[in-house]
């Protein structure tokens, strides 16, 4: 997949964030106020992935992702991170307060992304008045 259609993904996965964001927001807080986890991840995905419960699916809520809730600790156990590299994420990890980690998975390539839950309109430009 090239840089180009990669972007095209990631953008569209920013727009509908705006549908998403509340949903995961306090999905994110359920899973640290109950101890199962100080690092939520989200998985974003057009197919089906094995990682975490689904808590939007495309089909439902007339979307192109389908976003499944997962932690730290399942990637580790599964081998998604390794042992070796779990300082390093947590090190990389932002604030769950006011970012989402996302691993976006299309086809055969997959990214970890920060988003921030304050998601500007994608068709707004900030620079008109």
């Known amino acids: 997949m090239q840089e180009k259609e990669w972007e095209m993904f990631v953008q569209h996965l920013r727009a509908e964030m705006i549908l998403f964001k509340d949903a995961i927001k306090e999905t994110s ?18 197919d089906e992935v094995n990682i975490g419960e689904v808590i939007i699916d495309k089909n439902d809520a007339s979307t192109t992702y389908s976003i499944s809730a997962s932690t730290l600790e399942e990637f580790t ?11 390093e994420f ?10 989402v980690c ?9 990214s970890f992304i920060f988003m921030p839950y304050i998601v500007q309109n994608p068709n707004i430009n900030p620079n008109l008045n």
């Open 29 to 46: 807080v359920d899973i640290r106020k109950e101890g199962f986890s100080d690092f939520p991840i989200f998985v974003a995905h057009i």
């Open 102 to 110: 996302i691993l976006l998975v299309v086809g055969e390539k997959a």
């Open 90 to 99: 947590k090190f990389q990890y932002s604030d769950p307060d006011d970012y």
């Open 77 to 87: 156990e599964l081998g998604l991170i390794e042992e070796k590299m779990v300082e």
